[in-house]
């Protein structure tokens, strides 16, 4: 009989942000992810000081649990872009993801290298940018991939099968309320359509006890102590149930929630209190998916996300700037990569990062506010004219450089 699991996966990620760049610009100057001279939004300033609250305070407790407890597993998806930075700027945080990964208890999970939204508009490019992820993973840190996400938890019925065709065993997403009807996401099911692929979701209000309500004074259940998440964690395990599984955000620890919340506090007590109990254990995620048996097919035809209310891709396509944005960025593929300039392609993948158009919502009340704290613009609409600003730079470089080929 198996252990009472619970499945942590974290996310790791952070954008490159377009600085102020405006039409005067275009066709004279290319920097478009360069300091803008607001230090506040500078790329650099920005990872710089997410490094020092988040990821090594995180990467030290992960540690310190990883070599203290046997039985402590967790698993990460580390986008191509955040390896980028890390490389040029904070060496030791990746030398020490490297360390965790080296203890073969933690499991690297493939996505889009530029965290992209590609795979609604070219599965071309989708797929060029996952094989990039795997080269990538396979260099820094000397392991093959087998679980899949996709950005930001997106995901359906087609893209299921697609995973499965490309040899993952395991994929993941939300556990939306609206596909799972009576179901519960305590279980591993097979996708609708498929044969050799598992599929886990995320245990969307326990993760986001943690990742959203930890440090609010007006919630209910504050504040949240060890003792009483684990009883919500063992109720939840009742009947039968296979995993929890908990999925955030490595920023939640130490950016979003702040140090001074007791985060950290909080998270060290409560895996030594999970594991304090023999019955009890930590999967990765392919750990979840392959040592449980699947409790039936389940069917996701509309896409869900793991952002805002809706959990659909409204966040990144719910206004006509967005999807103008989208719709101008991927009418330039075949323009761009007919340079066969790797600098002019390296910048117009760059700017497929989801988080663009992200910052070009105008929702408002909660997800908007969440929505305007990420954002280092003044407005939604300055991140669509920079955006589109630099786009049509992109292109007039990609125009000259195919002139030239062709000479």
Known sequence: MNKQGVTLYLHVHQPWRVQRYTVFDTASRHDYFLPDGLAEHDNQTIFKKVADKSYRPMNRLLEQLLNEQPEFRLSLSITGVFIEQAQQWAPDVLESFRRMVQ???????????????????????FEAQVESHRQKIRE??????SAFRNTELAYNDELAAWAEQAGFSTIITEGWDSFLGWRSPNFVYTPANTEHIRLLLKNYRLSDDIAFRFSNKSWNDYPLTSEKYIGWLTDSLADG?????LFMDYETFGEHQWANTGIFEFFGEFVKDWLAHEERTFYTISEAAWRNEPQGSLSVPSVVTWADRERDLSAWMGNS???EALRYLYSLEKTVLDSEDIDIISDWRHMQLSDHVYYMSTKQSED???HQYFSPYKSPYDAFLYYMNALHDIRYRAIEASRKLSS
């Open 241 to 245: 149930a296979q995993t929890v599984n």
């Open 321 to 323: 700037l967005q999807r």
């Open 368 to 370: 908007g506010t969440v």
């Open 140 to 145: 820094v840190f000397g392991v093959e991939v």
């Open 103 to 125: 203890t073969g208890r933690v499991e690297i999970v493939a996505e889009t290298y530029y965290h992209s939204l590609s795979f609604f508009y070219s599965r071309s490019e």
